[in-house]
Nanobody, 118 residues
């Protein structure tokens, strides 16, 4: 059974930091491209950051570039999102996504809420 469990969300003041984690199980983590998405109230879900299977290719949305860092530990089946210099507009539910074009799979976690107060 595929599981993606996010943790680390919470309430933080603007300028603060949070580190999100996503623990994966039930599939071949090391063969999956891992991403973080977010969805703010009343808005569509948007891609925040993506990291390739070996970690060698990383991409960020323009809105978080220079502030957020995505990383992964394949031995722990975990992907992280370090979020620094948080802004109120970063407030959203953050979702972990695992995609494997080889296996034809695309799985989502249930999300973790990040609230940034001004």
């Amino acid at each position: 059974q595929v599981q993606l469990v996010e943790s680390g969300g919470g309430l933080v003041q603007a300028g603060g930091s949070l580190r999100l984690s996503c623990a994966a199980s039930g599939f071949t983590f090391s063969s999956s491209t891992m991403s973080w998405y977010r969805q703010a109230p009343g808005k569509e879900r948007e891609l925040v950051a993506t990291i390739a299977t070996g970690g060698g290719s990383i991409n960020y949305s323009d809105s978080v570039k220079g502030r957020f860092t995505i990383s992964r530990e394949n031995v722990k089946n975990t992907v992280y999102l370090q979020m620094n210099s948080l802004k109120p507009e970063d407030t959203a539910v953050y979702y972990c996504n695992a995609r494997s074009d080889y296996y034809g799979t695309n799985n989502w976690g249930k999300g973790t809420l990040v609230t940034v107060s001004s």
